[in-house]
């Protein structure tokens, strides 16, 4: 180890110093250390949430499709029209479509739309939304479908346009048992 001695005017006394070398060397590798350790956590802070647990690319795909146009939705001035957020058969309206079909069912859980989702634009009881599910009951009986009523059922609503037209998950003890869309045909 490279030392010399020199006198600290300020003490007035000798003090040993280590090589300038060797202080630089350590000062960059502390540094490197402090940001490499800064930015994994803001990495993981920001795109990672240990309850979205989804193996398939295409889902993580339409999550994050979904986020930035539900930001960019959310950001748009009253009284703009934005064809791809608000528009028929728009970015958003195909997002949250097939995040429906993906997300809409068993073993999916509450929990895990949340973590990947973000917190739903709104939440109903049964009693909140029975004036909303006629079109999601007829389409069940179109399908063939055996509409079973649920115990403790939470609906999980995100918006496409407001309340005129909006995309549900349906929770049963946690569990998304089914998902469905209110249309205002407006």
Not at 42 to 51: G, L, P, V
Not at 97 to 103: F, K, T
């Amino acid at each position: 180890m490279d030392t010399y001695r020199r006198i600290d005017r300020s003490a007035g006394f000798p003090v040993s110093v280590l090589s300038e070398g060797f202080v630089m060397k350590r000062c960059i590798i502390s540094l490197a250390l402090i940001l490499s350790v800064a930015g994994i956590s803001d990495a993981k802070s920001k795109d990672y949430n240990e309850s979205c647990k989804v193996a398939d690319q295409k889902v993580a795909a339409l999550i994050n499709q979904y986020k930035e146009l539900r930001a960019r939705r959310r950001q748009l001035p009253k009284g703009n029209f934005d064809k791809e957020v608000s528009g028929s058969g728009g970015g958003l309206y195909r997002v949250l479509s097939s995040l429906g079909a993906e997300l809409g069912h068993p073993p999916y859980t509450k929990k895990i739309i949340v973590g990947c989702l973000g917190e739903p634009d709104a939440m109903r009881s049964e009693e909140q939304m029975s004036k909303f599910l006629e079109i999601y009951r007829r389409e069940l009986r179109k399908a063939g479908r055996k509409i079973e009523d649920g115990r403790d059922r939470k609906y999980l609503i995100y918006f496409w346009r407001g309340w005129h037209d909006f995309l549900f998950f349906i929770s049963e003890g946690g569990v998304i048992v089914d998902h469905g869309w209110w249309f205002a045909y407006e």
